[in-house]
């Protein structure tokens, strides 16, 4: 499975960005696919989740700027981001569990939000 993200970039506050996740070997459909960010210093922490069934889940500090979404003919996972504050800045990392329960995950790409 090979997971590979881009779309980060460096930003300024208030401006918005997409990533993509281009996934192969598995079927994002049929799996659940999460987006995940890990600050300077900081844990990683999960962001945002589309499951099998397309239902999507927030963290709080995201919510009603950040959407999932897929694109199951190109199988490809995005995470619109908008409103971006300089609190975002992390790298952010694309992971997949597919119907087995094996779970993959991707390099990641920067997103730094300065002004």
């Known amino acids: 499975v090979r997971l590979v993200e881009s779309g980060g970039g460096l930003v300024r506050p208030g401006d918005s960005l997409r990533l993509s996740c281009t996934v192969s070997?598995?079927?994002?459909?049929?799996?659940?696919m999460r987006w995940y960010r890990q600050p300077p210093g900081k844990q990683r922490d999960v962001v945002a989740t589309?499951?099998?069934?397309?239902?999507?889940i927030y963290a709080d500090s995201v919510k009603g700027r950040f959407t999932i979404s897929r694109d199951n003919t190109a199988n490809i996972v995005y995470l619109q981001m908008n409103r971006l504050e300089p609190e975002d800045t992390a790298v952010y990392s694309c992971?997949?569990?597919?119907?087995?329960?094996?779970?993959?995950w991707g390099p990641g790409t920067q997103v730094t939000v300065s002004s």
């Open positions: 589309i499951t099998k069934s397309a239902t999507t």
């Open positions: 992971q997949s569990v597919d119907s087995r329960g094996f779970v993959s």
């Open positions: 070997e598995i079927a994002i459909e049929t799996s659940t």
